[in-house]
């Protein structure tokens, strides 16, 4: 099945500065890469997605790179504010929607 | 909020003992996903239901069993519970036939704790 790489597992930047967050996919057949946020005790949230067929997309202060000959894709926050403190995770799809999660990156930004 | 809700939101259950958890999906959605998130972990995925069809299944074993309604709310049972069941289970919901990749929305959850 599919195989998830998230890197790093923690990291802490100032406010202001960049993030990125990388992760790596095993199975060429993924077609949908989606990054969600947990805060303490909540549910994971979609913050952005991209599809096989694109290599960027950009929403904001947040963006995601996808190169499919590598099998990574990564997720980058420009402009870090306290409120992105968080943990991270990607994702990969299968088709068939069944979606395969990386093992988290804790962001901390520090004020 | 996505429009996915979960119950029940606490449960503390003994090893041996069974239980059923449940999911109504985000109207409009017709797949449901489940997935098992140990402390500090990603969620793991468990198995999908489609139209009241299961259609797919992560490594999990048979004790892990699941239920789809008319309505597409969805039911994860877990017989003979372990004390490594304890988690946060999730449900995500989906719209879209089998084959396409679509996003899911996440419930709140269902913290599960096994004594």
């Known amino acids: 099945g599919e195989n998830v790489e998230q890197h790093p597992s923690t990291l802490s930047v100032q406010e202001g500065d960049s993030a990125v967050i990388k992760c790596t996919y095993s199975?060429?057949?993924?077609?949908?890469f989606p990054w969600y946020k947990q805060e303490l005790g909540k549910r994971p949230q979609l913050i952005i997605d991209i599809r096989s067929n694109v290599g960027e997309k950009k929403d904001q202060r947040i963006a995601v790179t996808l190169n499919k000959t590598a099998k990574h894709f990564s997720l980058h926050i420009t402009e870090t504010q306290p409120e992105d403190s968080a943990v991270y995770f990607c994702?990969?799809?299968?088709?068939?929607?069944?979606?395969?999660f990386g093992t988290g990156t804790s962001l901390t930004v520090i004020p | 909020e996505t429009g996915v809700t979960q119950s029940p939101t606490h449960l503390i259950k003994t090893r041996g003992q069974q239980v059923t958890l449940r999911c109504s999906s985000q109207?409009?959605?017709?797949?449901v996903s489940w997935y098992q998130q140990a402390l500090g972990q990603g969620p793991q995925f468990i198995f999908q239901y489609y139209r009241e069809e299961e259609n797919g299944r992560g490594n999990f074993p048979p004790r892990f069993s699941g239920l789809q309604f008319p309505n597409y709310s969805s039911e994860l049972n877990v017989n003979a519970l372990e004390l490594d069941d304890s988690a946060l289970y999730l449900c995500a919901s989906s719209a879209g036939p089998t084959g396409v990749s679509y996003e899911q929305y996440f419930g709140p959850g269902t913290r599960l704790t096994v004594t």
């Open positions: 109207s409009g959605h017709n797949t």
């Open positions: 994702a990969a799809s299968v088709p068939g929607n069944q979606f395969y």
């Open positions: 199975d060429s057949a993924s077609n949908y």
